[in-house]
């Protein structure tokens, strides 16, 4: 079946470290690819996504992701994280035709000061 | 609107209730989409409506659930009889139109408790 796979459920970094958080994809196809972010109380905001093109796409807040059709990730990526940038972190693709986006079980980042 | 309106943000209601949740999606977005976001469970796809095609509701859990498009533009998300597991968070989205190449916009949801 297709789907998406994040294997981190909770992550902690310092920050002023860089982060990674992982997402690999399970289709026949190259899916589109999303990253969203969920703070406490809020609903989703799109960071990126990757479409075609340049595998390495550039988001909002300093996040980018890279597309890596061999090892069928898409894994999030910031140089130096802030404080703010706590929250849950869902990988997403666009399946079904284009009617479904199908996450990610999420990753929740914490921030340690 | 500037973005994805949800109404009520918060709903506290009785085991067997019905309850309605209300979506208004992005000025000019033809697609719209129902999530529900549980604890421990994610985000699962309840329904796509695309303009005037029948909409997909290959998600809708239970036949307790519906949901409607009116003009093409607001949507309303029924739970009848609610059941204590439909407690979660339900999250609409819209997109210009079907999905592939489009981004999707998620409201910022309606906190349900079945109590």
């Known amino acids: 079946a297709q789907s998406v796979t994040q294997p981190d459920i909770h992550i902690t970094v310092s920050e002023g470290a860089s982060l990674e958080l992982r997402c690999n994809y399970s289709?026949?196809?190259?899916?589109?690819l999303f990253w969203y972010v969920q703070s406490p109380g809020q609903g989703l905001q799109l960071l990126l996504k990757?479409?075609?093109?340049?595998?390495l796409v550039q988001g909002i807040k300093g996040f980018e992701a890279e597309f890596k059709r061999s090892q069928s990730s898409f894994n999030l990526r910031k140089p130096s994280v802030h404080w703010s940038d706590a929250a849950e972190y869902f990988c997403?693709?666009?399946?079904?035709?284009?009617?479904?986006?199908?996450f990610g079980t999420g990753t929740q980042l914490k921030v340690e000061l | 609107g500037a973005g994805v309106s949800q109404s009520p943000s918060n709903k506290v209601t009785e085991k067997g209730k019905d309850v309605e949740l209300r979506c208004d999606p992005i000025?000019?977005?033809?697609?719209l989409y129902w999530y529900r976001q549980s604890l421990g469970q994610g985000l699962e796809f309840l329904i796509y409506?695309?303009?005037?095609?029948?909409?997909?509701k290959s998600g809708l859990p239970s036949d307790r659930f519906s949901a409607e498009r009116t003009g093409g533009s607001v949507s309303t998300l029924t739970i009848q009889r609610t059941q204590q597991e439909d407690s979660a968070v339900y999250l609409c989205?819209?997109?210009?139109?079907?999905?592939?190449?489009?981004?999707?916009?998620f409201g910022e949801g309606s906190w349900l408790t079945v109590v």
């Open positions: 989205a819209s997109s210009v139109n079907r999905g592939r190449g489009n981004t999707i916009y």
């Open positions: 289709y026949g196809a190259t899916p589109y």
């Open positions: 990757y479409f075609s093109g340049d595998t």
């Open positions: 997403a693709a666009l399946t079904g035709g284009g009617n479904k986006l199908t």
């Open positions: 000025s000019g977005h033809t697609a």
């Open positions: 409506f695309q303009g005037n095609s029948a909409p997909d």
